[in-house]
């Protein structure tokens, strides 16, 4: 069973039906997307066999879509590297999976030079690569569920990038998952790849394939909340998976600008927490229009969730929580020790099922560290309720331990969003001689507003216990972000980084 073929399905199905589209405008239908996967495919055979890795950098493009596809049919495996990485990073990924061919958008071309010596590189939509298109293509190769489809490399807010191997039935899983759980996906419906296509927003492109939907890549290749908008208003039924960051960009768009995305239908939203007050504002601007998935590049977007209906409810319990287990996917809360924890006590969560990945690339000590009896370490703390609804915690490395109690720094964070006038916060344990780690909270003011902490600190005591209110506030401009747009708390924590008070 080869990924492929939920595009050669859908070639036959649906035919000149539009396929991919570069904003308002089609690039290509089914069957000419097939066809070039195929012609693709054909070349790739001259770079190397079934299994060699093809390393794709690039920001989002229409390419990208038979790109990947082309790498499926050739029985090999695709790298997708986000865009934004220093060459030497990448240069560093391709040290660690040494893939055949790289395949690069002609800016990061240019620059991958000095670090990529005599590697066989290809500029996508040049020359070389139109060549690519020429002559016939073959037959998809056979591949077995447990080959490798897609290295996906972490995004290393955690340390070093390592690459999480994705067979084709692990992608065949998390695309069943999402049309079981959160969208059935038909023809006549669109996706819009607002996040990069090297991450969330690329595994995302396979149920929607599937279904027969529009693949809509923004002109200008990023998010835009401003355009996203109007691109709600051109393309029907419009899903997209959206980091939580940038659900509040287009939830502040949306109420500046007053445009109606009258077609909106899907906003995919997770791969970091969102706040349960942010969360109420943008059900408040986009109606119940939300799915929330938790999971991780190592069970690719597929642990928990929140289905469009499991919003209609003012319930915090629910809305901070990350949902329930996703079709086809275990979770368990365990110990120390690996025993199952009842509700309401909190621990590790792991998971098993078809989603979770086969190990990391040439790594077998962090694979035997995620990896046990079949079950994924995940490294988030988090706890069920009484009706199997999972909540969320903090990964175990960011829990505080404060005079011996722990203390979760997404519930600080939670009660700090809630006051008006803070945009975002993060809160860290910085350490201490008395207590061993204090509560230490940035904050970030909502723009043309200013914080005042006599305020902030008196709403803390008001809605959290004494012991979890923070010691020190620090204003912050902004929070650094990875670029996947996570908050990198260790940055936070660095000595020396600016901080004015
Ligand atoms: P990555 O592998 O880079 O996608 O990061 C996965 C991590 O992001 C998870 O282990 C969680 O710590 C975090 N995460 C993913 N989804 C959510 C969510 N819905 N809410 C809070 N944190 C999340």
Redesign the pocket.
Known sequence: MNIFQLLDNSARRYGTIGAVYRGGDLILGFDRLRERALLLAAKLGRYGRPGDRVMIASKNRPEIIEIMFGIWAAGMVAVPMNAKLHAREMADIAADCSPVLILASPPIARDLGPFFGAMPLIEIGGASYDAMMEGEGGAAADVRPDDLAWLFY??G?TGRSKGAMLTHRNLMAMTIAHRADFDPVRSGSSLIHAAPMS?GSGLYMLPYIAGGARQVIPASGAFDAADFLELCKVHPRVAAFLAPTMVQRLRLEREASGVVPENLHLIIY?????YVSELRRSLAAFGQNFA???????APMTITGLRREDHATDDESILGS?GWPRSGVEVAVVDADGQALPPGAIGEIICRGDVVMAGYWKNPAATADALRDGWLR???MGSFDEKGCLT?RD?SKDVIISGGTNIYPREVEEALLAHPDVAEAAVIGEPDEEWGENVVAYVVAVPGRSIDLTSLDAHCLDRIARFKRPKKYRILPELPKSS?G?VLKRELAEPGTDIPR
């Not at 997770?270 to 969102?274: A, H, N």
């Not at 929330?292 to 190592?298: P, T, V």
């Open positions: 972490t995004s807010t991450h997770g791969g970091g927490p969102m929330q998935l938790y999971g991780q590049g190592e990350v995940t490294g988030d969320l990964r996947y996570k």
